[in-house]
């Protein structure tokens, strides 16, 4: 897969397109039926396939930290975008300009000038443009004129109820990981390279691998049943911490994993943390021995999970 980023000349893409667009936060099965239809019609058509993103998403850009909670990072939803078979995808740089585009600039700047457009497909709630003023309606009454064709997705459902990244992240903000894993088609995870902490894991006979989340926000806080997947393949288990670590005032929300029967050096290791079973809600203890003590029964908790799913 080709990634573009920005709008740059000598990146345009050089023969129309059939594109979809949107911000496909967790690449949900919901984004993962409209990314099939998407691929049906690119083959019909005999047209490259094309996904449409924005980084930050307008709502990052709008609301700063009071954002949602990212589901995935630009390096997973990449990756999960790639695993799908589309064949570019253009990464929009979300700044003023853009945000105070109109919707028909945008249509004839963007879609038409820049990616060629000849088919596009959208979902039923999208939105574009300077105040959300553009939508499906609009797309149709361009259509004709600019020479494409634009087809509207209906909602996935899952039992009935719609797929929706906000409701993925309701689900993982409760715990409830077996409701978020039926939208999303896998188990939540996160994904990152291991860096130096402050290493006092070692000092508790627990130590940890610590992951950056590269997220203003974190859906999931706590401790948590996990699997890690190392990037030379080994697979093992283990339990996470995702959190502030309010115990040693920590100010950083971090992803801290002890990784079961292992022993080595992970520094600098790109790893894959799958969210199980949520063990309980982070908290504060009076003392390093105090936590040392909940941190074994998290362990034991996290192994008898395992044991039983066996």
């Known amino acids: ?31 993962q039926y409209v990314l099939g239809e998407l691929l049906k019609k690119s083959k019909y058509h005999n047209l490259p396939s094309v996904l449409i993103a924005f980084e930050p998403s307008a709502k990052e850009f709008f609301l700063k930290d009071e954002a ?8 997973e939803k990449f990756h999960l975008i ?18 105070t ?3 028909p600039t945008f249509v004839e700047k963007v879609l038409i000038d820049y990616l060629h457009i000849r088919y596009l497909t959208v979902g039923d709630n999208f939105r574009f443009g300077r105040d959300r003023k553009g ?14 064709e634009v087809e509207k997705i209906k909602p996935y459902l899952v039992n009935g109820k ?5 409701s993925i992240r309701s689900f993982l903000a409760a715990g409830k990981l077996h409701d978020a894993k039926q ?14 902490g402050d290493k006092r894991g070692r000092t508790i006979n627990f130590p940890t691998a610590n992951i950056p989340i590269k997220r203003n926000r974190s859906p999931v806080n706590g401790v948590f049943a996990v699997t890690v997947l190392i990037e030379n393949g080994l697979e093992k288990r283990g339990v996470a911490n995702i959190g502030h670590r309010p115990t040693v005032d920590g100010t950083r929300t971090q992803l801290e994993v002890h990784i079961f029967d292992f022993s080595g050096d992970l520094y600098d290791n790109h790893l894959t943390v799958s969210f199980c079973k949520k063990i309980r809600d982070e908290k504060k203890f009076d003392s390093l021995k105090t936590l040392k003590k909940q941190i074994r029964r998290d362990a034991e908790n996290a192994k008898d999970y395992f044991n039983a799913t066996r």
């Open 135 to 148: 939508d499906y309606a609009l797309l149709q009454s361009m259509a004709q004129r600019l020479d494409f």
């Open 82 to 99: 790639k695993n799908s078979g589309i064949d570019q995808y253009v990464c929009l740089r979300f700044n003023p300009a853009l945000a």
């Open 162 to 166: 719609r797929v929706d990244s906000s």
């Open 101 to 103: 585009m109109s919707a």
């Open 1 to 31: 897969m080709r990634l573009i980023r920005g709008l740059r000349a000598e990146m345009l893409a050089t023969q129309r397109v059939a594109a979809t667009i949107g911000n496909f936060d967790g690449v949900h099965l919901g984004h």
């Open 68 to 75: 949602p909670a990212r589901l995935t990072n630009f390096r």
């Open 183 to 196: 939208l999303l088609g896998r188990t939540y995870s996160m994904s990152g390279r291991v860096v130096h």
